[in-house]
């Protein structure tokens, strides 16, 4: 399977982006999907996902600024990024299948968002 994220880019604080995540080469529309982030010299952290029975999940830095979404019909994950702040800034990576809050199984190359004060 391939996951490939778009959307990515450089905003100012309070700005906003659109990141999607399109699938191929498998069928995930039984499993979970997310988004993950990893900041320079920090430890890749879960953003936000939607597991298999299609519970959402963020984490609390992004609380109320931030939407997944996802079409299962065209394999299409979408992660709204609102009120964006510097340390939003990060390589935001699509992640799929297996446990989606601890191991997925598949992995996006990742994209660049960068947020200037």
């Known amino acids: 399977g391939r996951l490939e994220e778009s959307g990515g880019g450089s905003v100012q604080a309070g700005g906003s982006l659109k990141l999607s995540c399109v699938g191929s080469?498998?069928?995930?529309?039984?499993?979970?999907m997310g988004w993950y982030r990893q900041a320079p010299g920090k430890e890749r952290e879960r953003v936000a996902s939607?597991?298999?029975?299609?519970?959402?999940s963020y984490v609390d830095s992004v609380k109320g600024r931030f939407t997944i979404s996802r079409d299962r019909y065209i394999n299409t994950l979408y992660l709204q990024m609102n009120n964006l702040q510097t340390d939003d800034t990060a390589v935001y990576y699509c992640?799929?299948?297996?446990?989606?809050?601890?191991?997925?199984?598949?992995w996006g190359q990742g994209t660049q968002v960068t947020v200037s004060s």
């Open positions: 992640a799929s299948c297996g446990d989606i809050n601890q191991a997925p199984q598949y």
């Open positions: 080469g498998f069928t995930f529309t039984n499993c979970g």
């Open positions: 939607i597991d298999d029975y299609g519970a959402i």
